[in-house]
């Protein structure tokens, strides 16, 4: 019997979380036994996919700016989408997918209409008001954690709530590499600043991140708690998305990696991670047993009640509480620790969880 294929669409410029979060799905559906093949916007560099030898169709995926949208780039959005459900019909009835699954926003939204006109099932992923509004009526609509949704108890029928999927490597990270790739960086930063830091084994480790991308209220938070306290080694991730970014970073005080593809490795060797109120990592984190202190509305504004999803293990705060609740982590530390191993497993159930909505949805 052939293999049913599997068209996976994907909003963003296929780097980022939404690209982590549709790699992951894809392997679980390679794993499963699907083919499946990885749809991205005509514009998008896809360095994820490149990086995992993974070819890509080229379609259009509007974006209307997700829980930030407006009327305008809404309006905007849609003009450019009806030319790219129709490109993406072509696509899918042209290559004989048996089912379309759509990551988030337009992916969701374009991927869900195109796989309505060719007639075939669509399973969508869905965060933002748009893209649930459009998608909540086709196929199966799975409500992830950043979906104002989720945190409801009286949802449509046909809808499913579901964890992020994270990729299985993550429960497979190693301590002591983390801890040789920290040390040979900050030996090549020390070669060129000989007053920079050098990462510290007796002190605990804190990581900073908003994502494989550095918005300035996270450089503005670390450079903040470098200032205010000495205890712990300061690890920071991600690419700033603006150069004027690099003036919070003092190599003295903060240890700056950049974008790293090891992450499962930093996680654990962590201690503690501060992170912003959505995305892949904070999941990942929990799969890892590490508490959070969520940074609240650093990504344009946004504000998903994290806090109220994963009780007890995580805590949340603006900039200026920022110290005082790392500290409160800190000192009961074994029992935030302890919350997380409660969504430990539920996150890792994820990926079987969304085969099996495959599965099903192939045999309506």
């Known amino acids: 019997m052939d293999k049913k294929k599997i068209l996976i669409i994907v909003t963003g410029r296929g780097l980022g979380g939404d690209a982590g979060i549709a790699l992951n799905v894809y392997n679980a559906l390679k794993k499963r036994g699907y083919d499946c093949e990885i749809a991205l916007d005509e514009s998008a560099p896809g360095i994820l996919f490149k990086k995992n030898n993974i070819e890509w169709n080229k379609v259009i995926i509007p974006q209307a700016g997700g829980h930030s949208a407006t009327i305008t780039t809404t309006i905007k959005a849609a003009v450019r989408a009806v030319r790219a459900v129709f490109k993406t019909r072509k696509l899918l009835k042209s290559k004989k997918f048996d089912l379309e699954l759509g990551i988030l926003g337009g992916g ?25 509004k459009i998608c909540s009526h086709i196929g199966t609509p799975i409500i992830l954690p950043e979906n104002n949704l989720f945190l409801s108890e009286d949802i449509p029928d046909n809808m499913v709530k579901s964890f992020l999927p994270v990729n299985e490597n993550i429960t497979h990270g190693n301590k002591e590499i983390a801890l040789e790739k920290i040390k040979a960086h900050c030996s090549e930063v020390k070669s060129k600043n000989p007053d920079a830091i050098e990462f510290d084994e007796s002190k605990p480790t804190i990581v900073f991140s908003s994502g494989s991308s550095l918005f300035e209220k996270t450089a503005q938070a670390i450079d903040q ?5 000495d205890k712990y080694n300061l690890v920071l991730v991600g690419d700033p998305l603006q150069e004027e970014f690099y003036k919070y970073i003092d190599e003295t005080k903060i240890i700056n990696l950049g974008f790293i593809d090891w992450v499962n490795d930093l996680l654990c060797l962590a201690d503690l991670a501060v992170l912003t109120n959505d995305g892949l990592m ?3 984190a929990m799969v890892c047993n590490l508490p959070v202190v969520i940074l609240k509305r650093v990504k344009y504004g946004r504000y998903h009640d994290m806090v109220s999803i994963f009780k007890g293990a995580t805590v949340e705060c603006d900039l200026e509480d920022l110290d005082e609740k790392i500290f409160e982590v800190m000192d009961n530390y074994d029992e935030f620790a302890k919350r997380t191993d409660e969504y430990r497993t539920a ?4 990926d079987e969880t969304i085969c099996d909505i495959v599965d099903e949805s192939l045999k309506k």
């Open 225 to 229: 708690f470098s200032k205010y306290c």
């Open 282 to 284: 904070l999941h990942e």
């Open 347 to 350: 996150i890792l159930n994820v």
């Open 108 to 132: 969701a939204i374009v991927g869900a209409l195109g796989a309505k006109l060719a007639r075939i099932p669509t399973v969508s992923l869905l965060i933002t008001p748009l893209d649930t």
